[in-house]
């Protein structure tokens, strides 16, 4: 079955973009193996320990290099995606040891992102575009989804109901399965 890797970009317990994230795993279930990358004790990046590698990252690195496909969850931070997010990247795109290349490089990535203002994550979006062409991922840029004014789909207890957006979540999602496949 196809692995798909999700990486949220909040940290935040009850983050958006994770019941986003958590929204598009509903649908693939049963479809496709769907993961969520623990990154939380992944230390900054600091160039005096990155040899040999902290078991953290040793860990994060093994869950990219297993997954057919990888699919970000993103929110805009001053019309940028968060530093925790940059700080991962950062990590995952060192080279394993000198033999061996880095676990991003090939590998099909999705963006999506919600946000209870009005830009929708674009902007971040378009620099991890930028980033993510940079290390040689293979980047769908066609559909990415952008969820701007959150706090109109959710429900009574708070929590994200999608109601317009929810065919775009779904169609989204069955590309990405057709784009993974496309590239195994
Ligand atoms: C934000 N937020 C925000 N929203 C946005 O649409 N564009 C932006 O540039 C910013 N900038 C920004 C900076 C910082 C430091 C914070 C903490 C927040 C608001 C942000 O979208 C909102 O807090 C989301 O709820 C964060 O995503 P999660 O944690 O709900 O997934």
Known sequence: MLKL????GSLRKDSFNL???QAAAKYLDGKVEVKFLDYKDVPFF???IEFPAPPAVMAVRKEVFAADGIWIFSPEYNHYFPGVLKNLLDWLSRPISATEGNVLGGKPVALSGITPGMSGTCMAQDH????L???NMKIMNVPRLII?????QLDEAGK????TSEPFLKAQAASFVKFVEGNN
């Open 133 to 135: 062409s940079f290390l």
């Open 5 to 8: 890797l999700f990486i949220v």
């Open 160 to 163: 994200l109901r999608l109601t």
């Open 128 to 131: 991890l575009v930028t980033l």
């Open 148 to 152: 701007p004014n959150a706090l109109t």
């Open 19 to 21: 019941q986003l994230a």
């Open 46 to 48: 600091n160039q005096d």
